[in-house]
């Protein structure tokens, strides 16, 4: 038992599923119940717990990015359906607005590092700013970076705002590459500045994009059921990004 997936869609629930059989993500356990019925004690005993959890994108990412399956992450990408041009924009009145449900099992159980995705439009970054505030009250610090599939030699756009939050409460992480002390404003600026280095040197991989889609696409027949569950996910080429890219600011690497 290495990995929780938290997914209440039926359809993504069996997609995981194949995946993990088929070792396309990490091994683990598939919860379909709603994030807001999740109790703290239920993820005792996982070393990843993916959130939101889709079709494995995240997973997938971390393993591109050479983030071993038993080690320690959370990642959640939270619905963007509130925030997002092609809903109802209800914000934080919108039943999908799950982020308190995700603070709520972060500030229970405290994971070490955590990954999350959001729309990068004004509302996003609205929804962000609460997302840091949040986590810096409970002591992590937090970083983001804008970025888009292009970034990474895709045919499209889809910009995302990828966000990072490490505990630095206690001895978990022992330094802070290049800066000392972490403290909660210079690690997200340590962040950024790695983002900024990387991008400028020109570093950021081109990809095959119909070949790396196929990866996903094994043993699902239907077209309509492909395109609903890529139309949620992330790019994991990109998420992978920026996991090193936040991995080497910090100094674990």
Not at 149 to 154: F, I, S
Not at 203 to 213: G, I, K, L, Q, Y
Request: hydrophobic share 45%.
């Amino acid at each position: 038992m290495v990995a929780y997936y938290n997914e209440n869609d039926p359809f993504a629930a069996a997609w995981l599923r194949e995946l993990i059989a088929s070792n396309l993500i990490a091994p683990g356990d598939v919860d379909k119940r709603s994030i807001t019925d999740v109790r703290a004690d239920d993820l005792s005993g996982y070393d990843q717990c993916h959130f939101f959890a889709g079709i494995g994108g995240w997973s997938y990412a971390l393993r591109l990015a050479g983030w071993p399956d038993d080690r320690a992450v959370w990642t959640g990408s939270c619905p963007c359906q509130p925030l997002s041009s092609a809903g109802l924009r209800k914000g934080h009145a919108d039943e999908r607005h799950l982020w308190p449900a995700f603070y709520r099992l972060i500030a229970e159980r405290r994971p070490a590092t955590v990954f999350g995705e959001q729309v990068a439009s004004k509302d996003g970054r609205e929804w962000f700013s609460g997302v840091r505030a949040d986590l810096e009250d409970v002591g992590y610090a937090v970083g983001a970076a804008d970025l888009c599939a292009a970034g990474v030699g895709a045919a499209h756009v889809r910009q995302r705002l990828y966000w990072f939050a490490a505990d630095f409460d206690g001895t978990r992480l022992s330094r802070w590459h290049e800066h000392g002390e972490p403290t909660q404003e210079t690690s997200g600026k340590a962040i950024w500045r790695e983002f900024k280095r990387v991008h400028a040197a020109g570093a950021w991989p081109s990809w095959d994009a119909e070949s790396d889609v196929r990866v996903f696409m094994d043993g699902i027949p239907a077209r309509v059921g492909r395109v609903r569950g890529f139309g949620n996910a992330i790019v994991p080429q990109v998420a992978a990004q920026f996991i090193a890219a936040a991995e080497e600011a910090r100094g674990l690497i």
